[in-house]
């Protein structure tokens, strides 16, 4: 069973940056893929963001490509989201992800662990 914890969430005015941050447990994971997902109020969990259990692989969603770097450093087990140009639009819970292969996903039907999110707030 893997853990997850999710931090470094919070308010930050539009044009800021943040970074977001994923420590596993449980069980090692550096062979799997982890990703990144949010949901905004009212809407379903997106992609955001996954990266390969090497960390030599990653895949973006279209709306922060160019703007979000997900890395991994896997001797601390953890997950990063470095998030830049924020806009008001990335206001959402993010969520990290893990799934027991090192095939990289968009869906979330297709991860295995999920953490409880951190809250992540863009004002204009």
């Known amino acids: 069973q893997v853990q997850l914890v999710e931090s470094g969430g919070g308010l930050v005015q539009a044009g800021g940056s943040l970074r977001l941050s994923c420590a596993a447990s449980?069980?090692?994971?550096?062979?799997?893929?982890m990703g990144w997902f949010r949901q905004a109020p009212g809407k379903e969990r997106e992609f955001v963001a996954a990266?390969?259990?090497?960390?030599?692989?990653?895949l973006y969603a279209d709306s922060v490509e160019g703007r979000f770097t997900i890395s991994r450093d896997n001797t601390k087990n953890t997950m990063y989201l470095q998030m830049n140009s924020l806009k008001p639009e990335d206001t959402a819970v993010y969520y990290c992800?893990?799934?027991?292969?090192?095939?990289?996903?968009?869906?979330?039907?297709?991860?295995?662990?999920w953490g409880q999110g951190t809250q992540v707030t863009v004002s204009v």
């Open positions: 990266i390969s259990g090497s960390g030599g692989r990653t």
């Open positions: 449980g069980r090692p994971g550096s062979g799997n893929v």
């Open positions: 992800a893990s799934k027991d292969s090192d095939f990289l996903s968009r869906l979330l039907n297709r991860y295995n662990y």
